[in-house]
């Protein structure tokens, strides 16, 4: 049995927006089977307010970071800053519940839901990936 934990809080017109974003390509990718929670290296992601990044492999532009909230409630998003053209610095950088901008301006957002904090620099929010959950499988993607 497939459960569908896709984590759209607050997505409404925002998924329009990220799909509209001209900063970030929109490529086409699926992890698979890739993410196991009965592997050591994503075991991590059975406990609430965890997280893992996958920054290689061809899953987006930089990669990605996954963070479970608790109740099988998953979200990804992308590690490319939405609020820059695409450069070396626009790249994000994880630190607890939050990702950091290498740029100049050090634009930050929340990986729960994608939103801009305070003081962020740009229109729009994180790019959000699709996240399917069957079992110990997460499987993330964006078609």
Do not use: W
């Not at 790019?127 to 997460?138: A, P, Q, S, W």
């Amino acid at each position: 049995m497939v459960l569908g934990a896709l984590m759209y809080s607050g997505c409404g017109n925002s998924d329009d927006i990220n799909n509209d974003n001209p900063n970030i390509p929109d490529y086409t990718f699926d992890t698979g089977l890739l993410i196991n929670t009965n592997l050591p290296q994503y075991s991590n992601l059975l406990l609430a307010g965890n997280y893992i990044t996958v920054v290689n492999g061809g899953f987006g532009v930089n990669g990605f970071v996954l963070y479970y909230a608790g109740n099988n409630l998953y979200s990804a998003f992308e590690l490319t800053d939405p609020n820059h053209q695409f450069r070396n610095c626009s790249n994000l950088t994880v630190t607890g519940i939050h990702v950091t901008c290498n740029c100049e301006d050090e634009n930050t957002y929340e990986i729960l839901n994608g939103l801009p904090v305070e003081g962020t620099v740009g229109e729009y929010p994180l790019k959000r990936y699709f996240v399917e959950v069957n079992g110990n499988i997460i499987r993330v993607f964006n078609n």
